[in-house]
């Protein structure tokens, strides 16, 4: 039926009103019986003129007709085979992946007085100096060469400023609490007795007090709410690198009025 009203427009566009086959056409409509009989020949004496009576006489006038184009429409069961079309996928948002959570920093620090300079030192081992410690026997060098008394004081009941706090628990125990923790320690000790200048000896007294990381040893600090600081390495590093000492050395002379201003 398609075929039919795809060859019923053609014809319309080339304006042709009536038309014969030469043979059966697939899916066609079935030909008039009239328009099937054969043409009279022509006498062969008579003179040839174009008419198209004899034409007119074999077939009947046929009233021309503009043939009229259907479209076809999908039928309900079309419809239910139709081809499903592809459902919208929800995209979903990216979710930001929470940042993992840092292990807490262990230390233990020792919080020391010397004249009228504070010292908070690194433990390496943990537990407070004993008066024989290679590390404590450097401390009191240190301490000689920047004219102060070489028997460091314990500040309060002796006992080391150690981290985490607890083994266990939903307690937030990352390195920002840790920094609040030892400069809280800190400020409620220079408060009660102040000094002219804090040492920081070691790493996690450089991080967690003074804010800074290793580029800042042998430099001056200035830290809010506990004044001035003086970052250094640790006696442990000093010992295993001994050409760092003179870097210290030349840090302490300029550095050393602060403390001696008093004297």
Do not use: H
């Not at 174009?50 to 309900?76: D, F, G, K």
């Not at 007294?205 to 580029?215: M, Q």
Request: a negative charge; glycine letters at 4%.
């Amino acid at each position: 039926m398609i075929a039919e009203l795809r060859r019923r427009a053609y014809l319309s566009a080339m304006q042709v009103a009536s038309w014969l086959p030469r043979v059966e056409l697939p899916f066609a409509a079935p030909s008039r019986a009239e328009l099937l009989q054969p043409l009279p020949e022509a006498e062969p004496e008579a003179p040839v003129a174009p008419s198209v009576a004899p034409v007119a006489e074999a077939r009947p006038a046929i009233e021309p007709q503009r043939p009229t184009v259907e479209v076809p429409r999908p039928s309900a069961a079309s419809k239910v085979f139709a081809k499903p079309e592809a459902a919208a996928v929800p995209v979903e948002e990216p979710v930001e992946a929470k940042p993992a959570a840092l292990p807490p920093p262990r230390f233990a620090l020792q919080l020391l007085r010397a004249g009228d300079c504070a010292l908070l030192v690194e433990l390496a081992t943990g537990e407070p100096f004993q008066s024989r410690d290679p590390s404590y026997l450097l401390l009191k060098d240190l301490l000689r060469a920047a004219g102060l008394p070489d028997a460091p004081q314990q500040v309060g009941d002796g006992s080391p400023i150690r981290w985490p706090l607890l083994s266990r628990g939903n307690l937030d125990q990352g390195p920002d609490a840790a920094r609040d923790y030892v400069q809280g320690v800190l400020a409620g000790q220079l408060e009660a007795e102040p000094c002219r200048c804090l040492w920081l000896v070691g790493l996690p007294a450089v991080r967690f007090a003074g804010e800074a990381d290793a580029e800042a040893y042998c430099r001056e600090l200035q830290v809010e709410g506990l004044g001035a600081a003086w970052a250094l390495p640790s006696l442990e590093l000093l010992m295993d690198e001994p050409e760092r000492k003179a870097d210290v050395w030349r840090a302490m002379r300029r550095i050393m009025p602060r403390w001696k201003a008093s004297v």
